[in-house]
C-alpha cells in the first residue's frame, strides 16, 4: 500500500508547536522579600504597631461598666465609647463611609498608595507573618536555601513551628474581631467552658482562616489581582502626585563596580545594579521599570537603594518619593511641596474637613431622646364631658443615651384647639438608660368653632432633668374633630 505524503505547514514564530499547552496565566514566582531597615522601615513598622495596639486593645476597655466599643448586633446598639448608636442613627455610618473614600481619594493625590503601604490590614498582617518567617526560618537567602533543600527532620520542624506560630495569631486575630461584636470577657469565659455559639465558631473560624491564607499564603496575589484599587488608582495620580520613582538620568546606564571605582571613566550611572530594589520589594517588582500597578507604596526600595548609596558613598534618593513634573523639570523638594496644595486636593480638603466639622456638630448636639408617635386606632376620637374632644396616642420614647433622664409631655394645638389637657401616667415621666418606653398618653382639647376634621398638633418632650444640657424634642401628628 502506497503512502500518502502530507502537506508541510510552517508554524509562524512564537506558535507553541502542535501538542504543547500554553497556559494563559503565569505561573506564580515566590517571592522571598529581603528584611530592611531605614526611616521608612521603621514608619511602617510603627504604623504596625499602633494599628494592633488598638486592634487588640480596644476590646478590653471597659467604660460605664460595659466594653467601651462593641458591636452589639443582637440588640442592635452601637457602643463606641461614651456614645450609643441605634438603627435610627444609620446616617452617621453613611457619613464615616464617605469621610473614608474622601480620605483615600485626598491621600491618594497627594502620596499615591499611602494607605497599601502602611496601614492596610493586608500590609500589617503580611509584615507580622513575615517577621514570624524571618525568626524562625531566618532571613531571604536563609529561606531560600531551606525550601531548596530535601524533606527532612530539620526542615519539618522549621515549617511546622512557623505554620503554628501563624495559626496562632491568626486565631488570635479571629477572637478578637469577634471580640467587637460579642464581649470578649464572655468569649473568654465560653473558651474555658468550651461552650462557643454557632456564630462565634464561624467567624472565629473564618476570619482567622482569611488572616493565615491571605498573610501567610497569599500574600502579594492579593495586593495584585483581588485588590480593585489597584487597579483605578490611577485615576486618582496626577503629574504632581508624590509616587515612589528611580531616577534614570542619574542611574543609567546602570552596572557593576567597586566602591573606589572612578563611575565617570566607566561611563556608568549611580545604580550598581545589586538588584537590592528588587529583592525587599514585597511584591517583587523592578520599580527601575517605571510605576507600576502592583507597587504598594511601601519605599521598601528607597530604604533598601539609600543602604547601598551609602557604603557606595553616592548620594541618597537614587529611588525616592517624586513627581512626574519634578522629574522631567528637575524641580527640588521645595518646589515639590509647593505644588501640593493644588486645586484638586484643595477640593477634597475642604469636602472632607466640611463633612467632618458637620457630623462633629451633630454628634455634639445630638438628643439623647428620640419619639414615635402612633395614633391609637382602636379610638381614633370621642367626644367627652365639657364638649370636648379626646384623642389617644401612644408614644414611644427611646433613651439613647447611657444616663436616665426625667420628662415631661405637652401639647401644642395652634389656632384650631384651645384648653389642650394632656393624660398620662404621671408627670414628669422617667426612661431609664439605653432603653425604650411605650407611654399611652390621651389628649383633650375643645375645638373652636367650625373647626371639624383633621387638625395639626405637635407633642413637646421636654427635659426636666436636674443637671446635664436641657432639650425639647417636637414631633407632629394629627387631631380628629368629629
Avoid at 498573610?215 to 496575589?221: D, H, K, L, V
Avoid at 513634573?325 to 477634597?348: C, D, E, F, G, H
Avoid at 419619639?371 to 382602636?378: K, Q
Avoid at 389642650?420 to 368653632?449: F, G, K, S, W, Y
Wanted: hydrophobic share 45%; aromatic share 12%; with cysteine.
Amino acid at each position: 500500500m502506497k503512502a500518502r505524503v502530507g502537506r508541510v505547514i510552517p508554524i509562524a514564530p512564537g506558535v507553541p508547536p502542535l501538542g504543547e499547552v500554553e497556559s494563559l496565566y503565569e505561573v506564580r514566582r515566590k517571592i522571598y522579600p529581603r528584611a530592611v531597615s531605614g526611616w521608612f522601615a521603621r514608619w511602617r513598622w510603627s504604623l504596625v504597631i499602633a494599628t494592633q495596639v488598638v486592634f487588640y486593645g480596644l476590646p478590653w476597655l471597659e467604660w460605664n461598666a460595659r466594653q467601651a466599643v462593641l458591636f452589639d448586633l443582637a440588640a442592635r446598639k452601637f457602643y463606641i465609647f461614651g456614645l450609643v448608636l441605634w438603627p435610627q442613627d444609620f446616617i452617621y455610618l453613611a457619613v464615616l463611609l464617605v469621610v473614608s473614600a474622601l480620605s483615600l481619594f485626598l491621600f491618594t493625590a497627594i502620596a499615591g498608595r499611602l494607605w497599601c503601604g502602611y496601614a492596610c490590614p493586608q500590609t500589617v498582617y503580611t509584615e507580622l507573618f513575615l517577621w514570624i518567617e524571618r525568626r524562625i526560618e531566618g532571613d531571604r537567602m536563609a529561606r531560600m536555601k531551606l525550601d531548596g533543600e530535601a524533606p527532612g527532620a530539620r526542615k519539618a520542624a522549621l515549617k511546622v513551628a512557623k505554620h503554628a506560630a501563624w495559626i496562632a495569631l491568626a486565631l488570635w486575630t479571629g477572637f478578637t474581631f469577634v471580640g467587637y461584636f460579642t464581649p470578649i470577657r464572655d468569649l473568654v469565659e465560653a473558651t474555658r467552658t468550651f461552650s462557643f455559639g454557632p456564630w462565634e465558631t464561624f467567624w472565629i473560624g473564618f476570619y482567622a482562616f482569611a488572616t493565615y491564607g491571605n498573610a501567610g499564603w497569599m500574600r502579594e496575589q492579593v495586593c495584585k489581582y483581588m485588590c480593585p484599587y489597584a487597579r483605578f488608582q490611577s485615576a486618582m495620580f496626577d503629574p504632581d502626585t508624590l509616587v515612589i520613582t528611580y531616577d534614570q538620568e542619574r542611574g543609567e546606564p546602570r552596572g557593576s563596580r567597586s566602591r573606589k571605582a572612578d563611575r565617570k571613566a566607566l561611563g556608568v550611572g549611580d545604580c550598581v545594579d545589586c538588584n537590592i530594589c528588587v529583592q525587599v520589594c514585597p511584591t517583587g517588582i523592578d520599580i527601575r521599570a517605571g510605576l507600576q500597578y502592583e507597587c504598594i507604596g511601601c519605599a521598601a526600595c528607597i530604604d533598601g537603594c539609600n543602604q547601598v548609596m551609602d557604603r557606595m558613598g553616592y548620594p541618597r534618593g537614587l529611588i525616592r518619593y517624586s513627581t512626574e513634573n519634578a522629574l522631567r523639570n528637575r524641580w527640588s523638594p521645595r518646589t515639590i511641596l509647593k505644588r501640593v496644595l493644588r486645586p484638586r486636593v484643595l477640593v477634597y480638603t475642604t469636602v472632607l474637613g466640611a463633612i467632618v466639622v458637620a457630623a462633629a456638630v451633630s454628634l455634639w448636639m445630638r438628643v439623647p431622646m428620640k419619639m414615635d408617635v402612633i395614633r391609637d386606632r382602636a379610638a381614633l376620637a370621642r367626644e367627652v364631658e365639657d364638649d370636648r374632644v379626646e384623642n389617644v396616642y401612644r408614644l414611644q420614647l427611646m433613651n439613647t443615651g447611657e444616663r436616665p433622664h426625667r420628662f415631661t409631655i405637652e401639647v401644642d394645638g395652634g389656632k384650631a384647639l384651645e384648653e389642650i389637657e394632656v393624660l398620662t401616667e404621671t408627670q414628669p415621666l422617667e426612661i431609664a438608660p439605653v432603653t425604650t418606653r411605650m407611654v399611652t398618653v390621651r389628649v383633650r382639647a375643645e375645638p373652636r368653632e367650625r373647626t371639624r376634621g383633621s387638625q395639626p398638633i405637635t407633642f413637646v418632650l421636654q427635659s426636666r432633668d436636674e443637671d446635664g444640657h436641657p432639650f425639647a424634642l417636637y414631633e407632629k401628628s394629627r387631631f380628629l374633630v368629629p
